[in-house]
Structure formats: C-alpha cells, structure tokens
C-alpha cells in the first residue's frame, strides 16, 4: 500500500515566500504606485505584481531546481513539464490592489502528475494565510492563531451564500443565481480569498463565467478548498488539468461546497451552454 506523500517541506516553502512576496507588495500599496493594462484586455500590471513574481520563481528555483514553475509574470514560461509543476499568481487580484479595497491575495500552488496538490493563499492586507494539502487538511492562520478548515454542509440550492467577481460581473451569474432562487449574493475580489471564505465556511459557491482566468489563478485555490472538502471544476463540472497544455481556464470556474456544487451544476451547465461558454 503506498503512503501518504509527505509535503511538508514544499508547504513551509510555499509559506514562507508568499509571505514574502506578501511584504514586497505592501510595500508598494503604501506608496503612489503607477499601473499599465496589459494587453488583450488581461488587466493591470504593477511594480507589485513584478516584484513579488520575481521573489517567488526564484525561491521556488533554489528549493525546487527540477520542478517547472509557471507564474503570471514571467514572459518566458517554463517548458518542461515536470510531473511536478508550480502555478503562481504574485498577484491575484491586481484590479483590486490598484483600486485600493484590500481584496487581492498571493497564490502559490503545486499541481502534481496534473492535479492540484498543495495550495497556500495569503492575503496580505488582513494577514490571512491558507494552506492545504489535498487528503490532508486545510488551515487558516490569522492574528497568530491556527486553526484547521472545513467547509459547511448546505441542503437546499436556495440557502446557498454565493460570491461572485467584483472586477467581472457577468450576466450568466446573474441567470444562475435567479432560477436557483439564490438570493445571498455578494462580491469579492481574488479567486484564492473567495475559495477562503468558501474554506472557512462564511460562504457556499462561487462563480466566475468569464473565460479570462488562468491556471495560476486556480491551482492554489483548487487545492485549499479540495483540502477543506469542497471542489474546483468548470462550467460542465469537469476538473481542469495542470498539465502545462492549456493555461485558460475558458470554461469558467465554479468553486464549492461538494454538498452545494450537485445542487447547482444542472442549472450552472445548462445556462453555460445556452451563453456559448460551453461548445
């Protein structure tokens, strides 16, 4: 019989730098700091986001020198595909960050043989960091204190507390939300604190129907919230792979409790088919 896999060593890695790389980007918001929209409509750009993306690779390097690396920031990503490959957003949540709200968080996450593994998201602003390791638990260290994570049962579609995207409102959400009878809706920035308040129980479901994600903003969050007991897939309820084949998540991004995501999926594929986001 195999044993567990031991992480532990990737896990205080991955700790220690998105805290780092969390102090490197407030030492930026405290400052006039400029941004550039990048390209294609993908969104702002800041010294954060460079800063804390450089800091990351390079320690994920020096500690890891044979896994791949794929991080946001880096223009020349990694292609070799290692069975071990990490995914990071330096940044989740850079329109946030530049509108100064608070809600944007550091993703550090290990995909494993293509499947998320270990997850650490931390959001700077509030001191708030999540870890887990999928089959082993999830926990959230604020204020210096830790504790361990689980996600809450919900029994019916309408009691669902739903989050969706301040910065990318859809109209899809909207149309879910309503034929579900889902009527606690609130927005948030940053997919990896949304899967947080998923983890921590304050919330059931989150949904994002814009095909402008990627697998650096999933993967940390994927494998906090599979450790809390909830799930990550798209709009049809199929996992993404994290294989360094397709980098968009294009497909949408529906994150969960596993007792809200049956309730909701039939209505959340059907209205994705209906749109176009599913083909």
């Given at each position: 019989?195999?044993?567990?896999?031991?992480?532990?060593?990737?896990?205080?890695?991955?700790?220690?730098?998105?805290?780092?790389?969390?102090?490197?980007?407030?030492?930026?918001?405290?400052?006039?700091?400029?941004?550039?929209?990048?390209?294609?409509?993908?969104?702002?750009?800041?010294?954060?986001?460079?800063?804390?993306?450089?800091?990351?690779?390079?320690?994920?390097?020096?500690?890891?020198?044979?896994?791949?690396?794929?991080?946001?920031?880096?223009?020349?990503r990694d292609e070799t595909r290692s069975p071990r490959g990490w995914y990071i957003d330096p940044l989740d949540g850079t329109r946030e960050f530049v509108d100064r709200n608070g809600m944007f968080a550091v993703h550090v996450g290990l995909a494993v043989d293509g499947v998320a593994a270990l997850g650490v998201v931390y959001g700077p602003v509030e001191d708030k960091l999540y870890a887990g390791v999928v089959g082993q638990g999830c926990t959230l260290e604020a204020g210096g204190v830790k504790r361990a994570l689980r996600v809450v049962p919900v029994r019916s579609a309408n009691a669902v507390r739903l989050l969706v995207s301040r910065s990318h409102k859809s109209r899809e959400t909207g149309l879910i939300a309503r034929e579900l009878g889902i009527t606690d809706v609130k927005e948030h920035g940053s997919v990896g604190l949304k899967c947080g308040l998923i983890a921590e129980g304050k919330a059931d479901l989150y949904l994002h129907a814009s095909p402008r994600s990627s697998r650096w903003d999933a993967c940390a969050p994927e494998a906090v919230l599979r450790a809390a007991g909830g799930a990550l897939t798209d709009f049809a309820g199929a996992p993404y792979a994290y294989d360094g084949v397709e980098l968009g998540n294009v497909r949408g991004l529906v994150a969960g409790s596993a007792d809200a995501l049956p309730l909701v999926m039939p209505v959340v594929t059907r209205i994705a088919r209906e749109s176009g986001l599913l083909r």
């Open positions: 019989m195999r044993g567990v896999a031991d992480f532990s060593r990737e896990l205080e890695v991955a700790c220690r730098v998105a805290r780092e790389a969390g102090r490197v980007i407030m030492e930026v918001y405290g400052t006039r700091f400029a941004f550039e929209e990048k390209a294609g409509d993908a969104g702002p750009v800041t010294e954060a986001d460079t800063r804390a993306n450089e800091l990351i690779v390079s320690e994920l390097r020096r500690a890891f020198p044979g896994d791949s690396i794929i991080a946001e920031e880096t223009s020349r």
